[in-house]
């Protein structure tokens, strides 16, 4: 008799591992059937010792064991896979269950075959690709070229699935047949089909995949490649969201495959290891910043009838009003009306009273209502409603801000075809392609949007970002990058041709910025440089790595004690309101990437904390 750790691979069950005992020879990486409050699951075995070793601390154990189900799959994951996804789930604090269960879908569960690692590989080496995305793909053909000549597959994969889309019909012309797909909106019948097609294709395949660990099913596996490696949308989502770039590139090197990073500009962490010449470049980074991006200060003198739009963007939407041609992009950061509403005498915001963040103004059914994009919570102004200040009881409440709704409702007086996108208005997936269609197909038209729109837009005639202004408001450390990434990816998407030179406009109020000054400048080298000598000096990523934990209503006394025990490291205390703290511990990346027994102890400490290492949002 075996007695087993399992990690449940399962939503919603609040363990990272459970103890069953099995009389069958049961092994670590094998996949077995659990019971969890009579709830039937799937569970990977983490620890298998025999009885008899654990027989003493058996006998005074406050619990029973339970017996395990059956062996479902012998050895699903070999000791290089999981030896990497162990290693990962060290690295990033998350439970090594969780993390399966991300990245291999519900779907492949009835088909799951034991998971293999590349024989014969070249070699890992992280390989870097800084270009235009019309060049990535170029040059992605001519990748895919060379590893069918070499027998070899290859797997890209995409933060989206819109992205994933895009690229296939870019990639899949005359391979049709040895193209697969792998992502979470694959019907059961389509997923099995590639998986079908993954497991007994014997030819080389080109898999396109959002982060999965299924394209390890293949043994013949010789590159990894991760497309627009900038994207946030690479973190899972949740409160505990972490990196699944990193895990890829953990798989990559268990599999001793290259690892190629594609992005029109990649991420600081690596250009960090081309400086360091940890990675390697495929081609000579392109810095050179040849977007035609017109920054228009809104001052006075730029200003016009509209509260949202300078004077050269009314121009352009004007005349394409009278020539009845052109589609334009107009991008806001915020949906619903207006995202933050203020008392004029005394200043207070109005703020959600459940946890603090600012109503945002939204009109549902025709009532506007204030909306908490936090905890959702609801305030509708009815016509006999009047909104007074929480704080001082004033009634002269002014709403400020730009959001897609407000710019909806104040350029319909223009007469010209209005198309939102936003995830208010188009919150599935089937309704942003319906209404990018129809924007597409119309003769002419303004589509408005947020990240979401700009995700899906190809090509447009001009783009206005009408404001990223309140970006620098959030107290996040990659806004800049994150700046420059949209920035440069909108004006990849303006048309330049003969008739239209191609419009990228930039409404600010805050033209002084040096990031706002930077975008216009002909190489964006230096902007790298002077980003990752800002992080170094404030002890943040890539050169560090930042543990953030929460608490509720900490004793004095016991976060004396995490103090002392977190010495030598660097530890910030921020109060969230509400009883909540956060905890930020900074550690240097090189030690807390090659020292287990740091990240054992660290976790020890902030265990209570809900830890996550490197969160996308610092005060979120």
């Given at each position: 008799m075996k007695v087993l750790a399992v990690a449940p691979l399962a939503s919603g069950i609040p363990y990272e591992e459970l103890s069953y005992?099995?009389?069958?020879?049961?092994e670590v990486g094998d996949l077995i059937e659990i019971n969890v409050k009579r709830r039937n699951c799937r569970g990977l075995v983490i620890e298998a010792e025999k009885a008899e070793e654990d027989r003493q601390s058996l006998r005074h154990a406050n619990f029973n064991l339970k017996k395990c189900g059956k062996i479902i799959n012998k050895h699903l994951l070999p000791a290089p896979i999981w030896n990497a996804l162990f290693y990962s789930s060290s690295f990033l604090m998350t439970s090594l269950g969780s993390m399966l269960y991300d990245l291999i879908s519900e779907k492949s569960f009835a088909t799951l075959t034991p998971f293999l690692t590349t024989t014969n590989g070249a070699g890992f080496e992280i390989l870097l690709l800084q270009e235009s995305y019309e060049n990535r793909i170029t040059r992605y053909k001519t990748t895919i070229r060379e590893s069918f000549s070499k027998k070899r597959s290859l797997v890209i994969f995409f933060p989206t699935i819109i992205d994933l889309e895009y690229a296939k019909d870019a990639l899949s012309k005359g391979i049709e047949n040895y193209v697969i797909t792998l992502h979470g909106s694959l019907t059961d019948k389509q997923m099995k089909q590639s998986l079908t097609t993954l497991n007994k294709d014997n030819h080389p395949l080109l898999i396109l995949s959002t982060p999965s660990l299924l394209p390890w099913e293949r043994g013949d596996l010789g590159l990894v490649v991760i497309e627009r490696e900038h994207s946030q949308?690479?973190?899972?989502?949740?409160?505990?969201?972490?990196?699944?770039?990193?895990?890829?590139?953990?798989?990559?090197?268990?599999?001793?495959?290259?690892?190629?990073?594609?992005?029109?500009?990649?991420?600081?962490?690596?250009?960090?290891?081309?400086?360091?010449?940890?990675?390697?470049?495929?081609m000579p980074l392109h810095f050179r910043n040849d977007a035609p991006i017109d920054v228009i200060p809104m001052t006075d003198e730029n200003k016009s009838a509209s509260p949202y739009l300078s004077r050269k963007t009314l121009s352009v939407l004007h005349t394409a009003k009278q020539e009845k041609k052109g589609h334009y992009f107009l991008y806001s950061h915020r949906k619903g009306m207006y995202p933050t509403t203020i008392c004029s005498d005394c200043g207070t915001i109005f703020a959600c009273p459940t946890c603090n963040r600012p109503y945002?103004?939204?009109?549902?059914?025709?009532?506007?209502?204030?909306?908490?994009?936090?905890?959702?919570?609801?305030?509708?102004?009815?016509?006999?409603?009047?909104?007074?200040?929480?704080?001082?009881?004033?009634?002269?409440?002014?709403?400020?801000?730009?959001?897609?709704?407000?710019?909806?409702?104040?350029?319909?007086?223009?007469?010209?075809?209005?198309?939102?996108?936003d995830g208010e208005h188009t919150n599935t997936k089937a309704k942003v392609k319906k209404v990018y269609k129809e924007w597409q197909d119309s003769k002419y038209g303004v589509l408005i949007g947020t990240e979401m729109a700009h995700n899906i837009i190809e090509k447009c005639d001009g783009i206005t970002i009408l404001s990223l202004d309140s970006l620098f408001s959030l107290p996040e450390y990659r806004t800049d990058e994150k700046i420059i990434n949209l920035v440069t990816e909108m004006a990849e998407k303006v048309n330049v041709n003969i008739d239209n030179d191609g419009r990228l406009i930039l409404q600010t109020r805050l033209k002084n910025m040096p990031i706002i000054k930077q975008l216009t400048g002909h190489s964006l080298l230096d902007v790298y440089n002077t980003l990752l000598s800002e992080r170094d000096q404030l002890l943040l990523p890539p050169y560090y790595v930042v543990i953030k934990a929460s608490f509720t209503n900490l004793p004095d006394d016991i976060r004396t004690r995490m103090e002392q025990e977190l010495e030598p490291y660097v530890v910030e205390w921020f109060e969230a309101g509400r009883g909540i703290t956060l905890l930020f511990v900074h550690i240097k990346e090189t030690e807390w990437a090659n020292q287990k027994v740091v990240r054992d102890r660290l976790r020890r400490i902030v265990y209570d904390g809900n830890p996550s290492v490197n969160p996308l949002h610092f005060f979120i």
């Open positions: 005992f099995s009389k069958d020879d049961v949308y690479y973190y899972t989502h949740g409160e505990n969201g972490y990196d699944m770039r990193f895990v890829i590139e953990r798989l990559a090197h268990a599999s001793n495959i290259p690892c190629l990073l594609g992005s029109n500009m990649l991420s600081l962490r690596a250009h960090l290891l081309f400086k360091k010449r940890d990675a390697h470049e495929v945002v103004l939204h009109k549902i059914a025709g009532v506007r209502t204030y909306l908490c994009h936090g905890c959702e919570n609801i305030v509708r102004l009815e016509e006999d409603t009047t909104l007074a200040c929480r704080h001082c009881g004033g009634w002269r409440m002014q709403t400020l801000g730009i959001a897609t709704g407000g710019v909806e409702e104040e350029l319909k007086r223009l007469g010209i075809p209005l198309f939102l996108i």
